[in-house]
Protein backbone atom coordinates (compact mmCIF):
# COMPACT_ATOMS: atom_id res chain seq x y z
CA UNK A 1 0.00 0.00 0.00
CA UNK A 2 1.54 3.54 -1.12
CA UNK A 3 0.43 6.91 0.93
CA UNK A 4 0.18 10.10 -1.47
CA UNK A 5 1.48 13.09 -0.10
CA UNK A 6 -0.09 16.41 -1.17
CA UNK A 7 1.17 20.02 -0.01
CA UNK A 8 -0.92 21.12 2.90
CA UNK A 9 -3.08 24.43 2.47
CA UNK A 10 -4.44 26.74 4.67
CA UNK A 11 -7.56 24.70 4.37
CA UNK A 12 -5.69 21.78 6.05
CA UNK A 13 -4.46 24.16 8.31
CA UNK A 14 -7.58 25.58 9.83
CA UNK A 15 -8.68 21.83 10.54
CA UNK A 16 -5.96 21.28 12.66
CA UNK A 17 -6.69 21.21 16.60
CA UNK A 18 -7.00 24.32 19.05
CA UNK A 19 -4.28 22.46 21.36
CA UNK A 20 -2.32 25.21 22.57
CA UNK A 21 0.52 24.14 19.51
CA UNK A 22 1.48 26.71 16.21
CA UNK A 23 0.58 25.16 13.78
CA UNK A 24 2.42 26.30 10.40
CA UNK A 25 2.97 24.95 6.67
CA UNK A 26 6.12 26.07 4.99
CA UNK A 27 6.59 24.53 1.28
CA UNK A 28 3.11 22.80 2.13
CA UNK A 29 4.93 20.59 4.89
CA UNK A 30 2.98 20.96 8.61
CA UNK A 31 5.39 22.51 11.60
CA UNK A 32 4.05 21.74 14.81
CA UNK A 33 5.79 24.43 17.95
CA UNK A 34 5.25 23.84 21.51
CA UNK A 35 4.10 26.73 23.22
CA UNK A 36 7.51 29.20 23.94
CA UNK A 37 9.34 29.60 26.99
CA UNK A 38 9.39 31.90 29.88
CA UNK A 39 12.47 34.44 27.77
CA UNK A 40 10.64 34.09 24.46
CA UNK A 41 7.64 35.75 26.13
CA UNK A 42 9.51 38.54 27.66
CA UNK A 43 11.16 39.67 24.41
CA UNK A 44 7.80 39.23 22.51
CA UNK A 45 6.51 41.65 25.28
CA UNK A 46 9.13 44.10 25.13
CA UNK A 47 9.41 44.00 21.22
CA UNK A 48 5.66 44.53 21.21
CA UNK A 49 6.06 47.13 23.56
CA UNK A 50 8.45 49.26 21.35
CA UNK A 51 6.09 48.69 18.21
CA UNK A 52 3.10 49.40 20.32
CA UNK A 53 4.64 52.65 20.79
CA UNK A 54 5.44 53.48 16.60
CA UNK A 55 1.43 52.45 16.41
CA UNK A 56 0.45 55.24 18.71
CA UNK A 57 2.13 57.36 16.75
CA UNK A 58 0.51 56.69 13.50
CA UNK A 59 3.55 54.29 12.20
CA UNK A 60 1.55 51.37 11.72
CA UNK A 61 -0.25 48.38 13.75
CA UNK A 62 1.67 45.95 15.66
CA UNK A 63 0.07 41.77 16.05
CA UNK A 64 1.14 39.44 18.50
CA UNK A 65 0.98 35.84 17.48
CA UNK A 66 -1.17 33.92 16.87
CA UNK A 67 -1.76 35.40 13.45
CA UNK A 68 -2.33 33.68 10.16
CA UNK A 69 -0.04 34.93 7.34
CA UNK A 70 -0.06 33.34 3.96
CA UNK A 71 2.45 34.58 1.90
CA UNK A 72 1.79 31.25 -0.56
CA UNK A 73 -1.38 28.57 -1.00
CA UNK A 74 1.57 26.50 0.50
CA UNK A 75 3.18 28.55 3.14
CA UNK A 76 1.11 29.84 6.27
CA UNK A 77 3.16 31.11 9.52
CA UNK A 78 2.41 32.56 12.49
CA UNK A 79 5.15 35.11 13.25
CA UNK A 80 6.22 36.16 16.75
CA UNK A 81 5.21 39.59 16.11
CA UNK A 82 4.17 41.63 12.54
CA UNK A 83 4.00 45.29 11.71
CA UNK A 84 1.94 46.64 9.16
CA UNK A 85 2.40 49.99 7.41
CA UNK A 86 -0.81 52.06 7.80
CA UNK A 87 -1.32 52.09 3.65
CA UNK A 88 -0.94 47.97 3.67
CA UNK A 89 -3.60 47.33 6.64
CA UNK A 90 -5.87 45.95 4.30
CA UNK A 91 -4.08 43.09 4.01
CA UNK A 92 -5.00 41.93 7.60
CA UNK A 93 -8.77 40.67 6.63
CA UNK A 94 -11.56 40.29 9.70
CA UNK A 95 -11.49 36.59 8.69
CA UNK A 96 -7.70 36.70 10.70
CA UNK A 97 -5.48 35.94 7.87
CA UNK A 98 -2.80 38.29 6.59
CA UNK A 99 -2.70 37.84 2.89
CA UNK A 100 0.79 38.79 1.87
CA UNK A 101 3.66 40.28 3.42
CA UNK A 102 3.68 42.04 5.91
CA UNK A 103 6.25 44.87 6.38
CA UNK A 104 8.43 43.91 9.77
CA UNK A 105 8.46 40.37 10.62
CA UNK A 106 10.05 39.53 14.32
CA UNK A 107 10.45 35.62 15.27
CA UNK A 108 12.22 34.81 18.51
CA UNK A 109 14.12 31.96 19.01
CA UNK A 110 13.73 28.85 20.63
CA UNK A 111 15.68 25.50 20.90
CA UNK A 112 12.71 23.80 18.73
CA UNK A 113 12.51 26.77 16.13
CA UNK A 114 16.21 28.27 15.96
CA UNK A 115 16.69 26.05 12.47
CA UNK A 116 13.44 27.02 11.37
CA UNK A 117 13.72 30.59 11.84
CA UNK A 118 17.54 31.04 10.76
CA UNK A 119 17.31 29.48 7.65
CA UNK A 120 13.83 28.04 6.36
CA UNK A 121 11.52 31.10 7.16
CA UNK A 122 14.44 33.35 6.20
CA UNK A 123 14.32 32.05 2.89
CA UNK A 124 10.24 31.83 2.95
CA UNK A 125 10.21 35.59 4.01
CA UNK A 126 12.42 37.24 1.64
CA UNK A 127 10.91 35.04 -1.30
CA UNK A 128 7.59 35.56 -0.02
CA UNK A 129 8.78 39.71 0.00
CA UNK A 130 8.86 40.47 3.82
CA UNK A 131 10.68 43.93 3.59
CA UNK A 132 12.25 43.08 7.04
CA UNK A 133 12.76 40.50 9.16
CA UNK A 134 14.03 41.05 12.96
CA UNK A 135 15.66 37.34 14.96
CA UNK A 136 15.59 37.88 18.50
CA UNK A 137 18.10 35.24 20.03
CA UNK A 138 17.85 35.21 24.10
CA UNK A 139 20.34 32.29 24.11
CA UNK A 140 23.06 34.75 22.68
CA UNK A 141 21.45 37.20 23.30
CA UNK A 142 21.02 38.98 19.94
CA UNK A 143 18.83 41.06 18.08
CA UNK A 144 19.44 40.89 14.08
CA UNK A 145 17.35 42.92 12.07
CA UNK A 146 17.72 41.89 7.93
CA UNK A 147 16.27 44.32 5.33
CA UNK A 148 15.25 42.93 1.96
CA UNK A 149 17.07 43.89 -1.25
CA UNK A 150 17.02 42.56 -4.45
CA UNK A 151 15.56 39.19 -3.20
CA UNK A 152 18.32 38.86 -0.62
CA UNK A 153 18.26 39.74 3.20
CA UNK A 154 21.35 42.12 4.32
CA UNK A 155 21.96 42.77 8.07
CA UNK A 156 21.31 46.03 9.29
CA UNK A 157 24.26 46.80 11.69
CA UNK A 158 23.57 47.45 15.28
CA UNK A 159 25.13 50.92 16.27
CA UNK A 160 26.35 51.90 19.66
CA UNK A 161 24.32 49.15 21.30
CA UNK A 162 21.03 50.00 19.79
CA UNK A 163 19.18 48.13 16.61
CA UNK A 164 17.19 50.25 14.39
CA UNK A 165 15.09 49.16 11.95
CA UNK A 166 15.01 50.93 8.51
CA UNK A 167 10.98 50.64 7.99
CA UNK A 168 10.28 52.52 11.29
CA UNK A 169 13.44 55.27 11.22
CA UNK A 170 11.97 56.33 14.92
CA UNK A 171 12.50 53.41 16.25
CA UNK A 172 15.70 52.54 18.49
CA UNK A 173 16.24 49.63 20.10
CA UNK A 174 18.37 49.19 23.67
CA UNK A 175 19.80 45.78 23.19
CA UNK A 176 20.42 45.74 26.81
CA UNK A 177 16.97 46.23 27.84
CA UNK A 178 15.84 44.39 25.68
CA UNK A 179 17.68 41.41 27.32
CA UNK A 180 17.64 42.35 30.95
CA UNK A 181 17.28 39.81 32.79
CA UNK A 182 15.10 37.31 30.96
CA UNK A 183 16.26 34.45 34.04
CA UNK A 184 14.07 35.90 36.15
Do not use: C
Request: no cysteine; glycine share 6%.
Amino acid sequence: MSVLYRPLTYDDLAQMPDDGKRYEVIDGELLVNPSPAKPHQKIQKRLGDLLLSQEKSGAGEVYFAPVDVRLSPYDIVQPDLLFLLPHRSHIYHLSGVVEGPPDIVVEILSPSTRNIDQIRKAALYARGGVPEYWIADPDTPSLTIFALRQGQYHQVAAEAGAARSLILPDLTIDLDALFQDLSR
